[in-house]
Protein backbone atom coordinates (compact mmCIF):
# COMPACT_ATOMS: atom_id res chain seq x y z
CA UNK A 1 0.00 0.00 0.00
CA UNK A 2 3.24 2.43 1.11
CA UNK A 3 4.34 1.59 -2.17
CA UNK A 4 1.61 2.21 -4.27
CA UNK A 5 1.15 5.63 -2.98
CA UNK A 6 4.70 6.53 -3.10
CA UNK A 7 4.33 5.51 -6.92
CA UNK A 8 1.32 7.68 -7.11
CA UNK A 9 2.95 10.94 -5.64
CA UNK A 10 5.92 10.28 -7.52
CA UNK A 11 3.75 10.25 -10.65
CA UNK A 12 2.64 13.81 -10.32
CA UNK A 13 6.04 15.19 -10.84
CA UNK A 14 6.46 16.08 -14.62
CA UNK A 15 9.78 14.01 -15.82
CA UNK A 16 11.58 17.74 -16.15
CA UNK A 17 10.92 18.53 -13.13
CA UNK A 18 12.35 15.27 -11.35
CA UNK A 19 14.88 16.10 -13.33
CA UNK A 20 15.44 19.49 -13.89
CA UNK A 21 19.26 20.69 -13.13
CA UNK A 22 21.75 24.21 -12.86
CA UNK A 23 21.44 26.76 -10.34
CA UNK A 24 18.36 28.57 -9.02
CA UNK A 25 17.11 30.72 -10.90
CA UNK A 26 18.03 34.70 -10.73
CA UNK A 27 14.78 36.95 -9.89
CA UNK A 28 14.83 40.07 -12.47
CA UNK A 29 12.08 41.09 -10.56
CA UNK A 30 9.98 43.96 -12.13
CA UNK A 31 13.23 44.16 -14.84
CA UNK A 32 11.67 41.16 -16.68
CA UNK A 33 8.96 43.48 -18.07
CA UNK A 34 11.29 44.91 -20.22
CA UNK A 35 13.52 43.06 -23.27
CA UNK A 36 15.82 46.42 -23.24
CA UNK A 37 16.85 48.23 -20.10
CA UNK A 38 19.55 50.60 -19.85
CA UNK A 39 20.77 53.29 -17.52
CA UNK A 40 22.63 55.85 -19.66
CA UNK A 41 20.97 55.32 -22.77
CA UNK A 42 19.32 52.83 -25.68
CA UNK A 43 20.26 53.93 -29.67
CA UNK A 44 19.74 52.08 -33.02
CA UNK A 45 20.47 52.43 -36.56
CA UNK A 46 17.38 52.00 -38.04
CA UNK A 47 15.59 49.88 -38.63
CA UNK A 48 15.95 47.45 -35.67
CA UNK A 49 13.26 45.35 -34.43
CA UNK A 50 12.00 45.31 -30.31
CA UNK A 51 9.76 42.77 -29.20
CA UNK A 52 8.95 44.40 -25.81
CA UNK A 53 8.99 47.12 -23.88
CA UNK A 54 12.40 49.28 -23.19
CA UNK A 55 13.18 51.77 -20.93
CA UNK A 56 15.70 53.95 -19.31
CA UNK A 57 16.79 55.82 -16.59
CA UNK A 58 17.78 57.48 -14.42
CA UNK A 59 18.89 59.02 -17.80
CA UNK A 60 16.36 60.82 -19.42
CA UNK A 61 14.13 60.10 -22.83
CA UNK A 62 16.66 61.98 -24.49
CA UNK A 63 19.29 58.97 -24.56
CA UNK A 64 16.83 56.88 -26.71
CA UNK A 65 18.26 58.00 -29.97
CA UNK A 66 16.71 56.40 -33.46
CA UNK A 67 13.61 55.47 -32.61
CA UNK A 68 11.53 58.56 -34.04
CA UNK A 69 9.53 58.28 -30.65
CA UNK A 70 5.96 59.33 -30.61
CA UNK A 71 4.77 60.31 -27.06
CA UNK A 72 1.28 59.08 -25.72
CA UNK A 73 -1.30 61.89 -24.52
CA UNK A 74 -0.94 60.23 -21.21
CA UNK A 75 2.89 61.71 -21.12
CA UNK A 76 3.57 58.08 -19.10
CA UNK A 77 5.18 56.07 -22.23
CA UNK A 78 6.35 56.68 -26.15
CA UNK A 79 6.12 54.37 -29.16
CA UNK A 80 8.48 53.49 -32.13
CA UNK A 81 7.77 51.85 -35.40
CA UNK A 82 10.56 49.54 -34.03
CA UNK A 83 9.12 48.73 -31.10
CA UNK A 84 6.61 46.34 -30.43
CA UNK A 85 6.12 47.51 -26.73
CA UNK A 86 6.35 50.92 -25.10
CA UNK A 87 8.99 53.18 -24.38
CA UNK A 88 10.02 54.23 -21.11
CA UNK A 89 12.14 56.56 -19.73
CA UNK A 90 12.87 58.67 -16.40
CA UNK A 91 11.42 61.95 -17.75
CA UNK A 92 8.01 60.35 -18.25
CA UNK A 93 4.85 61.62 -16.50
CA UNK A 94 4.28 59.67 -12.83
CA UNK A 95 4.42 56.72 -11.94
CA UNK A 96 6.57 56.32 -14.55
CA UNK A 97 9.80 57.58 -13.04
CA UNK A 98 9.52 55.72 -9.87
CA UNK A 99 8.37 52.58 -11.99
CA UNK A 100 11.82 52.78 -13.66
CA UNK A 101 13.66 52.91 -10.67
CA UNK A 102 12.49 50.04 -8.81
CA UNK A 103 13.19 47.85 -12.18
CA UNK A 104 16.66 49.62 -12.27
CA UNK A 105 16.98 48.33 -8.44
CA UNK A 106 15.54 44.79 -9.81
CA UNK A 107 18.50 44.94 -12.41
CA UNK A 108 20.82 46.00 -10.17
CA UNK A 109 20.05 42.94 -7.30
CA UNK A 110 19.80 40.49 -9.99
CA UNK A 111 22.99 41.15 -11.40
CA UNK A 112 24.61 41.05 -7.36
CA UNK A 113 22.99 37.81 -6.98
CA UNK A 114 24.15 36.42 -10.37
CA UNK A 115 28.07 37.53 -9.87
CA UNK A 116 27.60 36.17 -6.38
CA UNK A 117 27.18 32.79 -6.56
CA UNK A 118 29.42 30.08 -5.36
CA UNK A 119 30.82 26.81 -6.35
CA UNK A 120 30.65 27.02 -9.61
CA UNK A 121 30.27 23.59 -11.93
CA UNK A 122 32.90 24.95 -14.72
CA UNK A 123 35.55 27.59 -13.84
CA UNK A 124 37.56 29.04 -16.82
CA UNK A 125 36.29 26.09 -19.14
CA UNK A 126 38.22 25.99 -22.49
CA UNK A 127 40.22 29.42 -21.30
CA UNK A 128 36.98 31.25 -22.40
CA UNK A 129 36.17 29.94 -25.51
CA UNK A 130 33.40 28.48 -26.20
CA UNK A 131 32.55 27.95 -29.88
CA UNK A 132 31.82 24.26 -30.70
CA UNK A 133 31.28 23.56 -27.55
CA UNK A 134 28.05 22.55 -25.92
CA UNK A 135 27.09 23.76 -22.54
CA UNK A 136 25.25 21.74 -20.41
CA UNK A 137 22.76 23.32 -17.31
CA UNK A 138 25.15 24.84 -14.57
CA UNK A 139 27.29 27.44 -13.23
CA UNK A 140 29.99 28.86 -15.09
CA UNK A 141 33.10 30.96 -13.74
CA UNK A 142 35.21 32.41 -15.79
CA UNK A 143 37.58 34.98 -14.13
CA UNK A 144 38.81 36.67 -17.58
CA UNK A 145 36.56 37.51 -20.84
CA UNK A 146 34.73 34.54 -23.01
CA UNK A 147 34.47 34.42 -26.96
CA UNK A 148 32.79 32.74 -29.49
CA UNK A 149 34.72 32.45 -32.84
CA UNK A 150 32.18 29.61 -33.95
CA UNK A 151 28.55 28.59 -32.76
CA UNK A 152 27.89 27.00 -29.87
CA UNK A 153 25.06 24.98 -28.30
CA UNK A 154 23.01 25.29 -25.05
CA UNK A 155 21.95 21.83 -24.12
CA UNK A 156 19.36 21.27 -21.04
CA UNK A 157 15.82 20.31 -19.99
CA UNK A 158 12.99 23.37 -20.34
CA UNK A 159 13.74 23.38 -16.49
CA UNK A 160 17.14 23.44 -16.53
CA UNK A 161 19.18 26.83 -15.70
CA UNK A 162 22.30 28.36 -16.73
CA UNK A 163 24.47 31.32 -14.77
CA UNK A 164 27.44 32.59 -16.83
CA UNK A 165 29.72 34.43 -14.77
CA UNK A 166 32.12 36.07 -17.11
CA UNK A 167 34.62 38.56 -15.52
CA UNK A 168 35.82 40.03 -18.43
CA UNK A 169 33.92 40.99 -21.75
CA UNK A 170 31.51 38.86 -24.07
CA UNK A 171 32.23 38.84 -27.48
CA UNK A 172 30.19 36.69 -30.54
CA UNK A 173 31.70 36.94 -33.49
CA UNK A 174 30.24 37.94 -37.01
CA UNK A 175 27.75 35.21 -37.88
CA UNK A 176 28.04 33.36 -34.19
CA UNK A 177 24.68 31.30 -33.37
CA UNK A 178 23.62 30.36 -30.14
CA UNK A 179 21.76 26.80 -30.47
CA UNK A 180 19.28 25.77 -28.32
CA UNK A 181 18.75 22.12 -27.79
CA UNK A 182 16.56 19.39 -25.40
CA UNK A 183 13.92 21.89 -24.69
CA UNK A 184 16.28 24.66 -23.47
CA UNK A 185 14.68 27.84 -22.32
CA UNK A 186 16.20 31.53 -23.16
CA UNK A 187 14.62 32.71 -20.05
CA UNK A 188 16.39 30.06 -17.82
CA UNK A 189 20.16 31.40 -19.26
CA UNK A 190 21.60 33.98 -17.27
CA UNK A 191 25.04 35.98 -19.22
CA UNK A 192 26.39 38.44 -16.45
CA UNK A 193 29.26 40.03 -17.56
CA UNK A 194 30.96 42.44 -15.48
CA UNK A 195 32.87 43.89 -18.74
CA UNK A 196 31.93 45.24 -21.77
CA UNK A 197 29.38 42.61 -24.37
CA UNK A 198 29.97 42.94 -28.29
CA UNK A 199 27.66 40.82 -30.43
CA UNK A 200 29.02 40.87 -33.92
CA UNK A 201 27.59 41.18 -36.69
CA UNK A 202 25.49 38.50 -38.10
CA UNK A 203 25.73 37.02 -35.31
CA UNK A 204 22.87 35.23 -32.70
CA UNK A 205 22.35 35.15 -29.02
CA UNK A 206 19.86 33.71 -26.83
CA UNK A 207 19.38 34.45 -23.10
CA UNK A 208 18.92 37.06 -20.59
CA UNK A 209 22.29 39.35 -20.46
CA UNK A 210 22.83 41.32 -17.06
CA UNK A 211 25.97 43.94 -18.04
CA UNK A 212 27.83 45.92 -15.80
CA UNK A 213 28.84 47.87 -19.00
CA UNK A 214 28.04 48.75 -22.17
CA UNK A 215 26.15 46.21 -24.54
CA UNK A 216 26.55 46.27 -28.19
CA UNK A 217 24.36 44.40 -31.21
CA UNK A 218 26.16 44.99 -34.54
CA UNK A 219 24.53 45.50 -37.73
CA UNK A 220 21.85 42.05 -38.16
CA UNK A 221 22.74 40.78 -34.98
CA UNK A 222 19.32 38.78 -33.19
CA UNK A 223 18.79 37.60 -29.41
CA UNK A 224 16.69 35.94 -28.12
CA UNK A 225 15.73 37.24 -24.93
CA UNK A 226 16.64 40.20 -22.94
CA UNK A 227 19.50 43.12 -22.68
CA UNK A 228 19.50 45.29 -19.35
CA UNK A 229 22.74 47.37 -19.13
CA UNK A 230 23.77 49.33 -16.16
CA UNK A 231 24.74 51.57 -18.76
CA UNK A 232 24.39 51.54 -22.31
CA UNK A 233 22.94 49.88 -25.33
CA UNK A 234 23.83 50.27 -28.67
CA UNK A 235 21.93 48.05 -31.27
CA UNK A 236 22.85 48.13 -35.61
CA UNK A 237 19.64 47.16 -37.40
CA UNK A 238 18.96 44.45 -35.05
CA UNK A 239 16.77 42.00 -33.59
CA UNK A 240 15.77 41.64 -30.19
CA UNK A 241 13.22 39.46 -28.76
CA UNK A 242 11.82 38.86 -25.37
Known amino acids: MLANIVYIALGLLSVDSAFATGPSAVNLGTAAGF ?118 TISGLVTDTWIFQIAGTLTLSAAVQATLSGGALAKNIIWVVSGSVDLGAGSHLEGVVLAKTAITAQTGTSVNGRLLSQTNVALQVATIVA
Open 35 to 152: TILAEAGISTVPPSAITGNIGVSPIAAIALTGFSLTADPSGTFSTSNQVVGKVFAASYTSPTPSQLTTAVSDMSTAFTDATGRVNPNFTNLNDGEIGLLTLTPGLYKWTGGVTAATGF
